[in-house]
């Protein structure tokens, strides 16, 4: 069954860098079939998108990024490890969330049906 | 890029239907049929249980039902359950392919 799993540090300083990675453990990240995205979640508040990141072995790490969150957020890919990553900049209280990884399907149908667990990032000092 | 609108709350008791509605554009609800909705419990990972405006995952209870129209897409729940109370969200792929929530809808089960 595939899992996908968040991992990183809870806890991240103003001003710095926040950090995640997702693995997929299905081993289906350079396949080419998948969009895989990230998107957060603040305590008692909605879901926001933040980007997702698309690649195959032609195609290797289209984004598409939250225009609100555009000038500080990288995803990137590494299809060896079967990992992809988030890093946020310059983060504020305003970023402390539950951030999840979730994937679609490329060119079939719209959803995200498979999501990891969340793992939750506080920003403080 | 603006959120969804989506109705804070809607409640009803067992057995009965509710619909929660997901008001969007023409740049993302109306212009496509890329819109799926999830279903979150307190403490958990949202859920699939619509893709593409009327499509249901396996394993997702035919109870479940989607349909759009214009800008609006909607959700609807027949014969509810105390297991539907939760978050539900619509979500939409736009045209300039990002994606897009709604602020989400708080189901209760009286």
């Known amino acids: 069954q595939v899992q996908l799993q968040e991992s990183g540090p809870g806890l991240v300083k103003p001003s710095q860098t926040l950090s995640l990675t997702c693995t997929d453990s299905?081993?289906?990240?350079?396949?080419?079939?998948?969009?895989w995205s990230w998107i957060r979640q603040p305590a008692g508040k909605g879901l926001e998108w933040i980007g997702h990141?698309?690649?195959?072995?032609?195609?290797?790490?289209?984004?598409k990024y939250n225009p609100s969150l555009k000038s500080r957020v990288t995803i990137s890919v590494d299809t060896s490890k079967n990992q992809f990553s988030l890093n946020l900049s310059s983060v504020t209280a305003a970023d402390t969330a539950v951030y999840y990884c979730?994937?679609?399907?490329?060119?079939?149908?719209?959803?995200?049906?498979?999501w990891g667990q969340g793992t939750t990032v506080t920003v403080s000092s | 890029q603006s959120a969804l609108t989506q109705t804070a709350s809607v409640s009803g008791s067992p057995g009965q239907s509710i619909t929660i509605s997901c008001t969007g554009t023409?740049?993302?609800?109306?212009?496509?049929?890329?819109v799926s909705w999830y279903q979150q419990h307190p403490g958990k990972a949202p859920k699939l249980m619509i893709y593409?405006?009327?499509n249901r995952p396996s394993g997702v209870s035919n109870r479940f039902s989607g349909s759009k129209s214009g800008n609006t897409a909607s959700l609807t729940i027949s014969g509810l359950q105390a297991e539907d109370e939760a978050d539900y969200y619509c979500?939409?792929?736009?045209?300039?392919?990002?994606?897009?929530f709604g602020g989400g809808t708080k189901l209760t089960v009286l």
């Open positions: 299905g081993g289906s990240m350079g396949s080419g079939s998948y969009y």
């Open positions: 990141i698309y690649t195959s072995g032609y195609a290797s790490g289209s984004t």
């Open positions: 979500s939409s792929y736009t045209s300039s392919s990002t994606q897009v």
């Open positions: 593409d405006v009327t």
């Open positions: 023409s740049s993302d609800v109306g212009g496509n049929n890329y």
């Open positions: 979730a994937r679609f399907p490329k060119g079939t149908y719209y959803g995200m049906d498979v």
